[in-house]
């Protein structure tokens, strides 16, 4: 059932003048009663000439509709309610992936944790627009990737995951939970966090409620694996094997899983190869959501004032009639002083400022037409960073001096391989706010990029060619591009530059379980 208010209800008040305008003319337009008492009562009814002034559709009668829709768009009618923030449209979502060794079993194709890599890849194909963090584990918890919605770049990091990336063995989701706890601070936030693991650690177990305790956190647990177990591999594809050359073998710990999300209070599912594991993720993160918000958590309208314009346009243009009187010069004089930007959209211009002519544009996905529209520099940039127009962002991100157009900045940057703004973008970013995982996240991977990129140039050989001819004037040659080793040189390295931040991680991840800092 649709409930409809008024987010301004005071503007109601206005409907009362537009209810008494008919009556008003009519009784203003009342010739007879202006002449009484001027010529004799009885002579006054022969005397007038009457046109049907009482009949059919006047001026007032349009004006007075057009005042009440103008009054009931002021006033905010609304039944729908706005997105809350952190994510659009879509529950907040932590993923844990369990890094330990038996997850690079095969009896899921290619392995138990490729077949996780694979299938996070397709829900951050789904969940696009949404925040996302990204955590690993094994004996310790980590976190790879604080909430974020740029889908991309979390994906570097989700295929840099590995078996090799945390040194301590074990299966540590008192860790994971206490890491997801951290991410989301004291915000109330109702998020959910995906456990993709192939088995449990049993002495946890009993820790693990008092763990929850405090938090909205609703853990949900994704199964790896088949009951068999199957033949752990190394990073190469080659067969681990024991001390006496036999094959290490993973066992996948059903009873383990069901015992770990009893005590988690958690709903188990298994990895599916369709999508209907996928499904199952989103409802339940979904239901969740929608199921946590608080009778009393303040809730955010969406005002739909807006679309009584069309009406309000509509009877406008039924006031040009025949007979009725309309300043034509006044309206040509008005159209010929508008630039030409904004006769283009008279009507929307009409009723809608600029910025949100380009938030209507921003959130229907229409970015390039956002870019344009917008004034304010700030949405102007991430309409043009979504719409990959990353000079039209520069450009617009470079007139502020706030955290988040630094953060957006150092984005660009990174993505145009000039790694030496970038750091400096995040840096500024960190100085005006010391609180921002993500531009912490980003001026790390910068580094790791900054660092490979060097290393690369500084290895790089010096290769010269054998021979140089010139073709003379007068003869026609034809083009051809020749790939010289130099050129494959640079780009292997092009290819290799946006890799994998797996080193990175790895000695992220060690200074970690040192107590040092990352």
Known sequence: MIALHFLRPGWLLVLLPGLLLPWYWRHADDLERRLRGTIAAHLLPALLVRHGHGRGLRPAHLLAAMWLLGAVAAAGPTWRQQSMPWVDNQAPLLIAVDLSASMDASDVAPSRLQAAKQKISQLLAQRKGARTALLAYAGSAHVVMPATDDAALLETFVQALGSDLIARPGKDVLGVIGQARGLLGSAPLAASLLLITDGADAQQFDALPNALQGSDLHVLVLAVGNSDGGIIRDANGQPRTDSDGRPQLGSFDRPGLEQLAKALDAPLASLTPDASDLAWIRQQTRTHYENSVAPGQPVHWLDAGYWLCWPLALLALLAVRKGWSLNWV?????????????????????????????????????????????????????????????????????????????????????????????????????????????????????????????????????????????????????????????????????????????????????????????
């Open 330 to 518: 006044g309206m040509l004089l008005v159209l010929a002083i508008l630039p030409p930007a904004a006769r283009a959209a008279p009507l929307a211009d009409a009723f809608l400022t600029a910025d949100q002519q380009g938030r209507w544009a921003f959130e229907r996905g229409h970015y390039p037409a956002a870019a344009a529209a917008f004034h304010d520099p700030y949405w102007k940039g991430i309409a043009a960073y979504r719409a990959v127009d990353y000079d039209l962002a520069l450009a617009s991100f470079a007139r502020l001096d706030t955290p988040e157009a630094y953060f957006y900045l150092g984005n660009i940057y990174t993505r145009r391989y000039r790694f030496d703004q970038a750091i400096a973008a995040y840096r500024r970013a960190l100085a005006l706010r010391a609180d921002f995982p993500q531009a912490s996240a980003n001026l790390a991977l910068a580094l790791a990029l900054q660092q490979d990129n060097d290393s690369a140039q500084q290895n790089a050989p010096d290769i010269k060619p054998d021979e140089v001819r010139f073709d003379q004037r007068g003869e026609h040659g034809k083009g051809q591009t020749v790939q010289t080793a130099q050129a494959a040189s640079d780009a292997l390295w092009l290819e290799n530059l946006s890799t994998s931040p797996a080193p990175f991680l790895k000695n992220r991840f060690q200074l970690e379980d040192q107590g040092g800092a990352p």
